[in-house]
């Protein structure tokens, strides 16, 4: 069983699972609600893309600035003042409603700002683990956080419908800011067992980036594992972000509870494939089930190209989603163990550039596409293209396959 007795022994843990499973439903909430919004408001799908685009641009910007900060500062001080950002802003969406002045434009900067502050909470966090948690339990630990977005996945979507069918999109916000303020009240309750141990002093946040670059760039394994993640998120953020909604409203025909509940069919996923790392992840080497699992996320794009009916659509996004955690988790916890103590923020850092900074650009790209071909077309594309950047992957990069 994943929440087994001796994990939320660990009351700093525990705490920390449950504040990420309510800002991260927040994230689940706020994306079905943005996206259809501004969908519904514009009508073009290249708007939708560039508001998508301009909710990962602050990570392209500021990651690295961002680990840095981690690096260098109190992590937990980094979360809550991240968590007190995210729900000032994002009530200011209703506020914007109901004072009438809500559109594409503010949505967009709005998406922008929260953007910024989740820049600097994901790296504090990835990087607090260690803080709260010994070495030999990661994996485990990794997992359960890990869960805690599947879970979020799941009562995001499920709420949003609820919110959508009898509200309207609007209403959604408000359970979303309420989300990042439970999540503030319990990180601030977490007490860390390690003493929290800077990077060195004297150094210049210019030299610790640089420093941080060329620690990636020349070890054998982050630096694939950092090129893999780079091509990963390329061809399938935009797609899966900007191609899922277009998906359902153009070629199901069918409206945002129908896309909510897609998104949930990807919680269900998640949460299937971190209940089986969590059991049987110990069996097997990280990098070389991270490579082996990157085909799976990609090519089960492929048959979405064939989709006619939800159920049908449901079941394959099921099926693409087990992989999530298969990847992310073996990655968050090579990172742990590889980098030194007070480098780990900008590792997490770079990873989350590559990240969201390749969502981004996908996230424009696709809107553009998606204005000349349908989402079926560019599903097929990004699922073939993907299958042999994976395959590339797995060829290349043996020192990142024989990792554990």
Request: proline fraction near 4%.
């Amino acid at each position: 069983m994943i929440f087994s007795k001796k994990i939320f022994q660990n009351r700093n843990l525990a705490l920390l699972w449950l504040g990420q499973m309510a800002s991260q439903s927040g994230d689940s909430i706020y994306q079905i609600g943005l996206l259809w919004l501004v969908l519904e408001l514009s009508g073009s799908t290249s708007v939708t893309g560039m508001v998508a685009m301009a909710s990962y641009l602050p990570a392209v910007l500021l990651s690295m600035v961002a680990g840095v900060t981690a690096d260098r500062n109190d992590r937990r001080k980094i979360m809550l003042i991240s968590d007190a950002f995210r729900f000032s802003l994002v009530f200011l969406i209703p506020i914007a409603f109901f004072a009438g002045f809500l559109n594409p434009q503010f949505l967009g900067i709005n998406a922008f700002a929260i953007a910024i502050a989740a820049t600097f909470f994901n790296p504090a966090r990835d990087a607090f683990v260690p803080e709260i948690v010994a070495k030999e339990g990661l994996l485990k630990a990794n997992s359960l956080i890990q869960t805690s977005w599947q879970i979020s996945l799941l009562l995001g979507p499920a709420i949003a419908g609820v919110l959508l069918h009898y509200f309207g999109n609007v209403h959604l916000f408000t359970a979303c800011s309420s989300a990042y303020l439970f999540s503030f009240v319990l990180v601030f309750f977490i007490r860390p067992v390690r003493q929290f141990s800077g990077s060195a002093k004297g150094t210049t946040g210019l030299k610790e980036v640089k420093d941080g670059l060329l620690f990636a760039l020349r070890h054998s394994v982050i630096f694939p594992l950092l090129l893999i993640t780079i091509a990963d998120n390329l061809l399938i953020m935009g797609p899966a972000i900007v191609g899922m909604p277009v998906f359902v409203r153009e070629t199901l025909g069918l409206d945002a509870t129908a896309y909510a509940i897609i998104m949930s069919s990807f919680a269900v996923g998640t949460l299937i494939g971190s209940g089986g790392l969590f059991l049987f992840g110990g069996r097997f080497k990280k990098g070389h089930l991270l490579l082996t699992v990157i085909f799976w996320d990609v090519i089960t794009f492929i048959p979405l190209y064939f989709v006619d009916s939800l159920s049908t659509a449901v079941i394959l996004v099921t099926i693409h989603a087990i992989a999530i955690p298969l990847l992310v988790v073996p990655r968050t916890s090579l990172i742990q163990d590889i980098a030194p103590a007070g480098m780990t923020g900008r590792i997490f850092a770079l990873m989350h550039l590559s990240v969201v900074g390749m969502s981004a650009i996908s996230a424009g790209l696709s809107g553009l596409i998606l204005e000349w071909i349908n989402a079926p077309t560019l599903f097929l594309l990004i699922g073939i293209g993907g299958g042999l950047c994976g395959l590339a992957g797995w060829l290349f990069a043996k020192d990142l396959r024989m990792s554990d």
